[in-house]
């Protein structure tokens, strides 16, 4: 009888090994996917956030996501400003849907709460943006 050939697949005992995603990846993850979602104007943060971010010279790609995460779960604080006209329930429920789908199709963990905080409304008037708080 021939020989089997290897198929490329270890039969033999693993060692356990862990993946830990850091929570900068979950939120830039989050902010890249609440921001391609209709009527959202951009991500805003703490003022907080900016001044350090300023301070080390560097963008923050989570700007606007505040993440609390365990080995297999994950909540996520979302805080964005709204384009004039759009449909604050609805496009927060868009957020909310497109963010959950994207962290757990990418990172396998369990998304239990996306929080939408609406910081403000973008008007847009000739070419200009000014943002407004509520």
Known sequence: MPEEEPTG?????????????????IGAIASTAASQV?????MSSS?????GGAILGR????KGVRVISNDS??????YL??????????????VQESVKKSVESMT??????????VQGVTFHD????DAHDQ
């Open 126 to 129: 000739q070419g200009s943006s």
């Open 9 to 25: 697949l270890d039969t033999g005992v693993r060692a356990e090994s862990e993946v830990k995603i850091s929570d900068e990846v």
């Open 108 to 117: 396998d963990l369990k998304v239990t709460q996306v929080n939408i905080h």
């Open 38 to 42: 209709q009527g959202v104007a951009g």
């Open 59 to 62: 963008k923050n790609p989570t």
């Open 47 to 51: 003022i907080v956030g900016d001044i």
């Open 73 to 78: 779960e994950v909540a996520l604080d979302l």
């Open 81 to 94: 400003s709204v384009r004039y006209g759009a449909r604050i329930p609805e496009v927060a429920y868009k």
